[in-house]
């Protein structure tokens, strides 16, 4: 049975790709709601730290809205990338929000958000948006990331980890005005 190894070999590589790759790719196009309407679906989030949201006070800038739990190790993983990108572009106008999706709401989360001293709001997920009622529809992957232009159009979503070079561009292209 000579190359019967070297096949199996490249089948199981292949699965091991495709598992640590799976839920990392875009979201597939679709229409999504206007800035105002998607982040005043979020306002009456209850704080897991960082305050409470104004969608008012996000008008006119670059809004990152991530959808996470603190049990996701891809979140986690995402963490320190979200971090950087709110202390580079922040001061051109990014904001960053988090959305946490744990079941056990505020009780893990403002813990979790002390420790990790997230410099962006953690919102606590309610009921109503782990059922899928968010404004951007239901979240089926954990982290899902939305990113908003100035103007409120979604300019990219990601499901899993976002790809960072080219969220990297966008929110650069974002924050530039291009």
Known sequence: MSGGGGARAAVVAAAALLA??????????????????????????????????????????????????????????????????????????????????????????????????????????DQRIRRGETPFGSISVLPTTFLLGRDGAVLAAFQGMAVQPELSKKIAQAVEGR
Do not use: I, K, N
Not at 25 to 51: I, K, N, Q, V, Y
């Open 20 to 125: 640590v790759t799976s839920g990392c790719a875009t979201a597939p196009e679709r229409r999504w709601p206007h800035f105002r309407s998607a982040l005043a679906g979020l306002e009456a989030l209850s704080p897991g730290e960082g305050g409470a949201l104004d969608a008012r006070a996000l008008e006119g800038r670059v809004v990152l809205v991530t959808f996470m739990s603190t049990w996701c190790a891809p979140c986690l993983m995402e963490l320190p990338y979200l971090t950087r990108l709110h202390e580079q572009h922040g001061p051109a106008g990014l904001s960053v929000v988090a959305v946490g999706m744990d079941l056990e709401g505020a009780l893990v989360l403002r813990p979790f958000a002390a420790e990790y001293q997230l410099p962006f709001p953690l919102l606590v997920a």
